[in-house]
């Protein structure tokens, strides 16, 4: 058996979370491999509405295995509330979520270290999410992080002493005011602690290497998006994981020739959050309707989407670096009332045309060339199947199809489970 990979291509929030939990189903375990609390996956079903953050988006399907995996960056506190909202919903975890002990903690000082690297920052601020991603990412790679295994033995010792170290880089660095901030932090964080202690702490990449030898499925759930990886997105700014397909290698414990098909999922069109370039963004009119008609607010920070035309560059980018075998197209529903659709096919830089994708998208003029394609101008929220689909729809799936050379093999129609169309 081999793990099948679902990630973004395109700079997060693409519906990963809503088409995980669509095709559970088909899945035995279902596995978290990078990022953490950043991510906001929402999944709406039978009338309700989740955002998970942590959390594995199949843990409303029954008889599954959830996996944090060891490429996660895990925050107690966030975990524990995510652990209340679920049971609100009548939903408790309990051996269907492991956890793995190398995955690593963010500590409270994380957090206020974030916001402090941001405020420092100023005008070339990453527009982070605040969780204490890159905080706790540095200290991994530095080598000084703490892992959910720590927490089996002297914790409170191992816990001082990294305290200590930022509590020096907030004071001495950054002048930055932390007090009372990190009380309010630690109190949630260790009543978050004892809920995790409860989980069971494991070697998750045996778990999974077992799984495969036994005849389970696997698939791993992507955070973020291609353009937000930490080596081939538009560093800075970008998250501080690899947010690719190689990721769920390191981020899982399994072997490159173990992975299977990979999902690279994208919306209909395209958007971002927090600062950084984005070449076919749009401040018009039909920029405002994407994000009034899609709801384009975080899921996470509730800031408003940046909106704009899909990037086959970036697509095409994104595409080659995963080795995506099926796309998954998302929110075609939000062009609905669209005249006319644009894709960028080319960038123009400097005067020259080319559909490499670039080592800078920052300081560098570029210009998408565009080509139009006839909107469909009917609602497709309430089509069942691909016949209902509008002659439009599918001229622009099969442009899509021919400029990526990969089939489109979902289309999604709306943000509810049952809003999407597998394609025969
Ligand atoms: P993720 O981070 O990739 O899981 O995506 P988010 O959950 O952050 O953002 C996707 C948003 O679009 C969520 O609010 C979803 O409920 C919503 N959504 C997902 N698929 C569709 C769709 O096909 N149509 C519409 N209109 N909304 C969708
Ligand atoms: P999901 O999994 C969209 C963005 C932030 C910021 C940059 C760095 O829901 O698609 P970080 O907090 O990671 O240091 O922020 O990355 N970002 C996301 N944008 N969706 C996400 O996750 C994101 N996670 C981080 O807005 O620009
Ligand atoms: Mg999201």
């Not at 944090?68 to 408790?92: Q, T």
Request: aromatic share 8%; glycine share 10%.
């Amino acid at each position: 058996m081999k793990v099948d990979v679902l990630l973004g291509l395109q700079w997060g929030d693409e519906g990963k979370g809503k088409v995980v939990d669509v095709l559970t189903p088909h899945y035995d375990v279902i596995a978290r491999f990078q990022g953490g609390p950043n991510a906001g996956h929402t999944l709406e079903f039978n009338n309700i509405k989740q955002v998970l953050h942590t959390i594995p988006s199949g843990i409303f399907r029954e008889n599954k295995m959830n996996v944090i995996g060891n490429g996660v960056v895990l925050d107690p506190s966030v975990f524990k509330k995510e652990i209340e909202s679920i049971s609100k919903i009548g939903i408790e975890l309990g051996d269907n979520l492991i956890i793995s002990k190398k995955a690593h903690l963010i500590l409270p000082t994380h957090r206020l270290l974030d916001a402090a690297s941001e405020a420092a920052k100023g005008d070339t601020k990453i527009g982070s999410t605040l969780k204490g991603i890159g905080p706790t990412y540095r200290d991994k790679i530095g080598r000084d992080g703490l892992r959910v295994g720590d927490l089996l033995e002297n914790f409170d010792e191992k816990y001082t002493r990294l305290k200590t170290l930022h509590i020096q880089q907030l004071e001495k660095f950054y002048n930055f005011d932390y007090q009372e901030k990190l009380n309010e932090f630690e109190k949630e964080w260790f009543e978050g602690i004892e809920v995790l202690k409860k989980f069971q702490l494991v070697n998750t990449e045996h778990y999974i290497n077992n799984a495969l030898k036994t005849e389970k499925s696997v698939i791993a759930e992507g955070a973020q998006g291609t353009m937000l990886d930490i080596d081939f997105g538009s560093y800075p700014f970008v998250t501080s994981s690899n947010t690719i397909c190689a990721g769920a290698c390191t981020g899982l414990g399994i072997a490159p020739q173990k992975i299977g098909k990979v999902f690279g999922i994208f919306k209909a069109y395209c958007t971002r959050v927090g600062m950084g370039p984005f070449p076919t963004e749009l401040f018009d009119q039909d920029g405002q309707n994407m994000r009034d008609v899609g709801n384009e607010y975080g899921s996470t920070t509730g800031r408003p989407r940046r909106c704009g035309w899909i990037d086959l560059v970036a697509l095409n980018y994104s595409i080659m670096i995963n080795g995506v075998t099926d796309l998954i197209m998302m929110k075609a529903d939000v062009l609905d009332d669209f005249e006319t659709i644009k894709v960028a096919t080319a960038y123009k830089i400097n005067g020259e045309t080319t559909t490499e994708f670039p080592y800078d998208l920052s300081g560098v003029d570029i210009e998408p060339v565009y080509e139009e394609l006839p909107g469909w101008n009917s609602p497709l929220t309430g089509v069942t199947s691909e016949n209902e689909f509008p002659d439009a729809l599918k001229n622009y799936i099969k442009f899509l199809e021919e400029k990526t050379g990969v089939p489109i093999t979902i289309v999604s129609v709306g943000p509810n489970r049952n809003q999407t169309i597998i394609r025969k």
